[in-house]
């Protein structure tokens, strides 16, 4: 699967941030425009750097993750941490974090990562990541540590129901709107 512009504009504004020193970077895509195949990228050209760990909001969007960096990053071995699932020691893991914010099954995934480091967190739905099971994984994983893997936030929806925005990312990197997606930076069918 091919990046689009807009993809590679955003894999090359988390570099910027990262070599400006910002450990969470978000990027705010509307839905649809394909943000599993802009973080399997990310995650395939940062895989020397160490391993990856995805965070789904819900168990049916792990085995979606995985079919995606199959076709994009065939050579990474990806394991799913989920229910009776817990393969912790894949090139890439793809974690529930219903699951993965249990006390037992975190200890389990931070000793993995004491063994063999994550260099990259991602947070699908990255709305969710101020919630306590979210903080909980990303803190265990050392994310809110400066010098802790790059968590990368991949969301539609930036805020939360309150309005307000989310303390957890330290700066939204890469935006589109709705527009942008629909029309192409203003060019119709773009």
């Not at 995934?109 to 306590?132: G, K, L, N």
Request: contains cysteine.
């Amino acid at each position: 699967l091919d990046l689009r512009p807009y993809q590679e504009k955003a894999l090359a504004a988390i570099e910027a941030a990262e070599r400006e020193g910002v450990r969470r970077p978000l990027v705010v895509h509307p839905t649809g425009t394909g943000k599993t195949v802009t973080f399997s990228h990310a995650i395939k050209r940062r895989a020397e750097r160490g391993r990856a760990l995805v965070m789904v909001h819900r168990d049916e969007l792990a085995g979606q993750t995985r079919d995606k960096l199959a076709m994009i990053a065939p050579e990474l071995g990806t394991g799913i941490v989920k229910a009776d699932q817990n393969d912790i020691w894949a090139d890439v893991v793809i974690a529930s974090v219903q699951t993965a914010h249990r006390d037992a099954r975190l200890s389990q995934i931070v000793a993995s990562a004491t063994a063999s480091p994550f260099a990259t967190i991602v947070c699908d739905e990255a709305h969710h990541a101020p919630a306590p099971s979210w903080t909980k994984v990303l803190t265990g994983l050392g994310a809110f540590n400066p010098y802790g893997p790059l968590a990368i936030g991949f969301t539609a929806t930036p805020e939360r129901d309150n309005g307000t925005t989310l303390g957890v990312w330290e700066k939204v990197v890469s935006y589109m709107s709705i527009r942008e997606a629909i029309y192409g930076n203003g060019k119709r069918g773009a």
